[in-house]
T-cell receptor, first 115, second 112 residues
Framework: EPEVTQTPSHQVTQMGQEVILRCVPISNHLYFYWYRQILGQKVEFLVSFYNNEISEKSEIFDDQFSVERPDGSNFTLKIRSTKLEDSAMYFC?????????????FGDGTRLSIL | TQLLEQSPQFLSIQEGENLTVYCNSS?????LQWYRQEPGEGPVLLVT?????EVKKLKRLTFQFGDARKDSSLHITAAQPGDTGLYLCAGDGSSNTGKLIFGQGTTLQVKP
């Protein structure tokens, strides 16, 4: 069964450094998402992306965050200048559509640790 | 702000027991999803409920969507150690952008 793949599985970065998290969504999917999960807390929506544009972003997704689909297969999340509070699991998801019978499929996440 | 509250947050039971996990909100959702998440992995979809009052069964798991589409429950019959994991409910945000709003999860441990 096709799956969403994320790399790296674990990223350790010094505070203030830029980090890029990579995702390869399922190939025929059109909608892409990033979520994060701080240890012990809820999974939180960050951003949705469709047709090469951001559809919606949360309050968490400030100017330090950006997303890109550079080559038609990868979907990346960049954090420009990381902060300690950016430490979390970051999940990428994709879906074929937005109806209830076209659910989001999640990758296994990237654990981001900011030192 | 749409919120989903799950209860209980932790549940430890013996193999063979039945259990129910609840997912409640004061907001109406057009659909609710239930996911299961294993350590080190992403959430995996179990079921989507769409119609108020809908009941769906997945082997020993029974999912119900409240009549008013504000709440949902997951009932497991004769739990097995393989059911151990984190169960998450998620509802579609009201913005029609695919945004999912998650509950905080229920950690289930089934002891042999």
């Amino acid at each position: 069964e096709p799956e969403v793949t994320q790399t790296p599985s674990h990223q350790v970065t010094q505070m203030g450094q830029e980090v890029i998290l990579r995702c390869v969504p399922i190939s025929n999917h059109l909608y892409f998402y990033w979520y994060r999960q701080i240890l012990g807390q809820k999974v939180e929506f960050l951003v949705s992306f469709y047709n090469n544009e951001i559809s919606e972003k949360s309050e968490i997704f400030d100017d330090q965050f950006s997303v890109e689909r550079p080559d038609g297969s990868n979907f990346t999340l960049k954090i420009r200048s990381t902060k300690l509070e950016d430490s979390a699991m970051y999940f990428c998801a994709s879906s074929l559509g937005q109806s209830s019978n076209q659910p989001q499929h999640f990758g296994d996440g990237t654990r981001l640790s900011i030192l | 702000t749409q919120l989903l509250e799950q209860s209980p947050q932790f549940l430890s039971i013996q193999e063979g027991e039945n259990l129910t996990v609840y997912c409640n909100s004061s907001s109406v959702f057009s659909s609710l999803q239930w996911y299961r998440q294993e350590p080190g992995e992403g959430p995996v979809l179990l079921v989507t409920v769409v119609t108020g009052g809908e009941v769906k069964k997945l082997k020993r798991l029974t999912f119900q969507f409240g009549d008013a589409r504000k709440d949902s429950s997951l009932h497991i019959t004769a739990a097995q150690p393989g059911d151990t994991g984190l169960y998450l409910c998620a509802g579609d945000g009201s913005s029609n952008t695919g945004k999912l709003i998650f509950g905080q999860g229920t950690t289930l441990q089934v002891k042999p």
